[in-house]
């Protein structure tokens, strides 16, 4: 992507001759406020929400403040490339699409494409076609609403990785790894900080977790691992003899058993008068994640797969060590965008001292160059300047979040490819006012330290 600042301002700027606007607001704020203005109130707190009191969320974005650009003048910065190579892979720009589970929730809202029940053929398939398009990689989640199959197909070519929730049954995670390597995925990204769900104020107050409505689980509903345990739940439920009483139906359990009944597969009115979309539910709500893992199990993962694994959810230099010595390829500085522990060190904050670590960890000096060993960054990006100051201060590439999940809200896949298309526009210009023509080039230097 060469000077792609200029060609996607000018674009804008033409088109605006003719009174048309961008496909979505380029501001992060007003981005923000358009999606939380379309989507479903559920969907909305679900994605936007971080845990507690949110000062958390909070403080991901407060502190790219903290951190400030100085331009430079009289540099040859005509042309400029923010070209990377990650785990041997050239890519276009130092930039993935974050693992986001239950998408389908982004789209609900989407009435004329067939609204909550067409939700999941909108929302994976969606971001695989911008994905494709950009040629930039794809973190395929465990919670995904379409089977890793099914948006692997829709990237055909496109990079894709998969992030994989450690469920308390061991042979289903080697299903998913397994499933992951036959699907093209290029390397694994295990989620370390939510063994447990945190305390999310904004979903607790509206009683709403979509897994138990069956939305998000379709990684799950699609393995033969899992089908396995829920068809052993449904033969133990009947030796055990049926349920001599039952709450009373309201409209919401109705409503909640319909949706399990449309996303099981097979037909909606078989699955609502037989006991395995319930059963299915019940099973993924025992089996996942797992509080009980140490880095003894990272060694045990390393052993199952060839592909390289990075662990995300990475805040303090000694698990990124611990990391490392226990068969890790890669770390990700993350917090979850906010969303486990409430009053939480800022993402960012941690980012610097982690990369120190992992350099001397392999040898390698901050200051002078990658060690083979990518840091990755995520939890707060929300513009180009802030991707500049992730990797100002030593990452290798960012996870973009939040900000596609409301393009894709607005406009389908036209709003994630223009969101990322604004986001990697401000990079480039970012670059070009701070003297910078490559991403290989950007440093501490670049801060006001």
């Not at 067939?114 to 076609?129: F, I, S, V, Y």
Request: hydrophobic share 45%; glycine share 10%; proline share 5%.
């Amino acid at each position: 992507m060469r000077n792609i600042g200029r060609t996607v301002q000018s674009s804008i700027y033409r088109d605006g001759v003719f009174g048309r606007r961008p496909v979505v607001p380029t501001d992060p704020d007003a981005l923000a406020g358009s999606a939380r203005r379309r989507m479903t109130r559920t969907g909305w707190s679900y994605v936007a929400g971080g845990a507690g009191a949110q000062r958390t969320v909070d403080a991901n974005r407060e502190a790219f403040g903290r951190y400030r650009i100085v331009p430079r003048q009289m540099v040859d910065v005509g042309e400029r490339s923010l070209a990377t190579t990650l785990l041997g892979r050239d890519l276009p720009a130092p930039l993935l699409f974050a693992p986001v589970g239950a998408l389908e929730l982004a789209v609900q809202h989407q009435l004329g494409r067939g609204g909550r029940w067409a939700a999941p053929r909108n929302a994976e398939p969606a971001l695989a076609r911008a994905a494709r398009d950009l040629g930039l990689p794809v973190v395929i989640s465990t919670q995904a609403s379409t089977p890793m199959e099914d948006t692997a197909a829709a990237l055909g070519d496109s990079p894709r990785w998969f992030q994989l929730y450690w469920s308390s049954d061991d042979a289903l995670v080697e299903s998913f790894v397994s499933r992951a390597e036959a699907s093209g995925c290029e390397a694994i990204v295990v989620t370390l900080d939510t063994h447990v769900l945190g305390w999310r104020t904004r979903d607790l107050d509206l009683g709403y977790l979509p897994f138990a409505r069956a939305e998000g689980i379709a990684q799950y509903l699609r393995d033969p691992v899992f089908q396995e345990l829920v068809e052993a739940r449904v033969r133990g439920a009947g030796s055990a003899g049926s349920e001599t009483t039952a709450p009373r139906p309201t409209v919401a359990a109705v409503r909640s058993l319909l949706s399990m009944a449309r996303h099981h597969p097979g037909p909606t009115w078989r699955n609502l008068t037989q006991p395995s979309a319930r059963a299915a539910v019940e099973t993924f709500l025992d089996v996942f994640s797992r509080s009980t893992l140490t880095w003894t199990d990272l060694a045990w993962l390393r052993e199952r797969t060839t592909l390289p694994i990075l662990v995300k959810g990475i805040q303090h230099p000694d698990d990124a060590r611990a990391a490392l010595d226990h068969g890790a390829n890669g770390i990700i500085v993350s917090n979850h965008g906010g969303r486990q522990i409430d009053n939480a060190v800022a993402s960012l904050d941690a980012l610097a001292p982690v990369v120190d670590a992992v350099r001397a960890h392999a040898g390698t000096g901050a200051a002078t160059g990658t060690s083979g060993v990518p840091v990755l960054f995520d939890s707060g990006i929300r513009t180009g300047a802030d991707v500049f100051t992730a990797l100002a201060l030593g990452a290798d590439a960012v996870l973009l979040g939040r900000p596609w999940v409301y393009g894709l809200a607005l406009a389908g896949a036209d709003g994630v490819r223009a969101v990322t298309e604004h986001v990697l526009a401000e990079l480039d210009l970012t670059m070009a006012l701070a003297g910078v023509s490559a991403t290989g080039q950007i440093g501490r230097h670049n801060l006001a330290l």
